[in-house]
């Protein structure tokens, strides 16, 4: 199994490729260091199509209502502000800034809402959810939730009343939106590490992946009050089982990863089904961006032959597979079967039938007990806000992590 590079597009080896979004009736976005969008014509495989939205690097990019299908607005999120486009008309919709003016790092939209999270400034940083409808002031903020930078949102797809996020402090938080008081809201706290990526790889399981390289899978916590948290699958550090360098992300069916050692860069999709990985499946891509890190990768539903690839190089890349249809799943599950989380009698996972297919847990790994809102307050009390500071890891040229 293999693929050929089909093309490839150049914005310049100084000029990172950040994200990839498809809007199928437009073409495929990039976003890119130097604050710019980019479309990508689908069948020239060609840029046709330049935005200049902000002055510095865009930290992450997420369509309206994550509508790929005929959707045209795009949010950015950038040092000065996020910002909203209309990338048919061209058009700046919105500006959206915070009282700190805190740059914004992370961003997600579903169900006519918008959550964006912010670097730390002082002690805390703040998440603000906005309806796009009516955009302007902020719906509401989360100041006391997050401790350090917010790398990650995910709305629930199927519940509008859950959200989560992820930061470098350690935390994943989830939110129930139906209750008005921030501390109410905070339904369920996740104490694992610093967070590059998070989100639902079931309506009720949540993946976490950190900046070190390590991966865990979470469930998430009913309202009774005495429940007890399972114990979550941990898979430790990944990079030896996986034999990788890093994690660029999870998406429904695969797991990409990359490695950048001198003269050996590679991509590789591992599937990823049923919390399984299966690494005797796995695909690479010798030097898909040379030794420079890849940063997304993209499956198009409209035609799964073709795999869109983006790096610090400055290039997208589009490869075909020699394999034919890859057979990926464009969601997790069916995110329109709309439902209550926390209601509805959902299929429970036995933590007990989940193991790793690689059997290659990190020796010795005991993940920390799951914190509850009062034992998190209890933490916080113990430790001077925004402590964790000192553990993150600046980023630089040839890093991985978010141009902050």
């Known amino acids: 199994m293999s693929y050929s ?107 006519d809402l918008l959550a964006c999270g912010t670097e730390l400034s002082g002690v805390d940083a703040v998440l603000q959810l906005y309806d796009v409808r009516k955009l302007g002031s902020p719906l509401r903020s989360f100041v006391d939730s997050h401790h350090d930078d917010i790398t990650t949102i995910k709305f629930h797809p199927s519940d509008r009343n859950v959200l989560l996020s992820g930061s470098t402090d350690g935390y994943v938080n989830i939110y129930d939106l139906t209750q008005d008081d921030e501390e109410d809201a905070l339904h369920q706290v996740i104490n694992f590490a610093s967070i590059h990526s998070s989100g639902w790889c079931s309506p009720k399981r949540i993946f976490t992946l950190s900046h070190m390289e390590t991966f865990g899978i979470h469930e998430l916590n009913d309202k009774q009050e005495e429940s007890i948290e399972p114990r979550p699958v941990e898979f430790g550090d990944i990079r030896d089982p996986w034999d990788c360098s890093y994690v660029v992300d999870v998406y429904p069916g695969f797991i990409a990863t990359g490695k950048s050692d001198d003269g050996h860069g590679e991509l590789k999709l591992i599937p990823f089904a049923n919390e399984k990985v299966q690494l005797d499946g796995a695909v690479t891509i010798p030097q898909a961006h040379g030794d420079e890190v890849v940063r997304d990768v993209l499956v198009p539903a409209s035609n799964q032959e073709l795999l869109y690839s983006c790096g610090e190089d400055g290039h997208v890349n589009i490869w075909k597979s020699n394999f034919g249809d890859m057979n990926v799943p464009t969601e997790f599950w069916s995110y329109s079967d709309r439902m ?19 059997s290659d847990k990190t020796p010795g790994l005991t993940p920390d007990p799951p914190l509850t809102k009062s034992s998190r307050q209890t933490e916080d009390k113990k430790r001077q806000k925004g402590s964790t500071r000192s553990n993150r890891t600046v980023s630089t040229k040839d890093h991985r992590f978010q141009p902050y």
């Open 340 to 358: 209550d989380v926390f209601q509805n009698d959902l299929p429970v996972v036995e933590m007990d039938d989940i193991e790793d297919d690689t």
């Open 5 to 111: 590079k089909l093309s490839s597009v150049s914005f310049g080896s100084d000029n990172w490729c950040l994200r990839l979004q498809p809007i199928y009736n437009r073409g495929l976005l990039t976003a890119l260091s130097d604050g710019s969008l980019q479309i990508i014509d689908w069948n020239r495989n060609d840029a046709f199509d330049k935005i200049q939205v902000h002055e510095t690097p865009i930290n992450d990019m997420k369509l309206i209502n994550s509508d790929t299908s005929n959707g045209s607005l795009v949010a950015t999120a950038a040092e000065d502000a996020v910002k909203i486009f209309d990338v048919r008309t061209r058009d700046e919709v919105a500006i959206l800034k915070n009282e700190k003016s805190a740059p914004f790092l992370s961003l997600d939209s579903r169900h």
